[in-house]
């Protein structure tokens, strides 16, 4: 059984800068598109950023373009989010996803993390 274990939250102050990873169980990391979302307190969850299964390929929501920073290393099966000038708004559960499908859309993402707490003060 595959599994997603992200680390890296915590609390910072806006204009800081944290760095998410998702270390993935399992042969199979390599061969799937790989998504971050996240949901904040009394919102419903959304899509964040994702990457190919190869690394050469990354979309973003347009709040985060220019802050975040998506990437994949498939030697460590792990796959990060590099989150610079953080504002409060940015203040959610953050999880990975892995998807067959290169998407967006949550239904296609079958195996979730259980999240990690980003906190940014104003």
């Known amino acids: 059984q595959v599994q997603l274990v992200e680390s890296g939250g915590g609390l910072v102050q806006a204009g800081g800068s944290l760095r998410l990873s998702c270390a993935a169980s399992g042969r199979t990391f390599s061969s799937y598109h790989m998504g971050w979302f996240r949901q904040a307190p009394g919102k419903e969850r959304e899509f964040v950023a994702r990457i190919s299964f190869g690394g050469a390929r990354t979309y973003y929501a347009d709040f985060v373009k220019g802050r975040f920073t998506i990437s994949r290393d498939n030697a460590k099966n792990t796959v990060y989010l590099q989150m610079n000038t953080l504002i409060p708004e940015d203040t959610a559960v953050y999880y990975c996803?892995?998807?067959?499908?290169?998407?967006?859309?949550?239904?296609?993402?079958?195996?979730w993390g259980q999240g990690t707490q980003v906190t940014v003060s104003s």
């Open positions: 996803a892995r998807a067959s499908t290169w998407t967006h859309r949550e239904t296609e993402y079958d195996i």
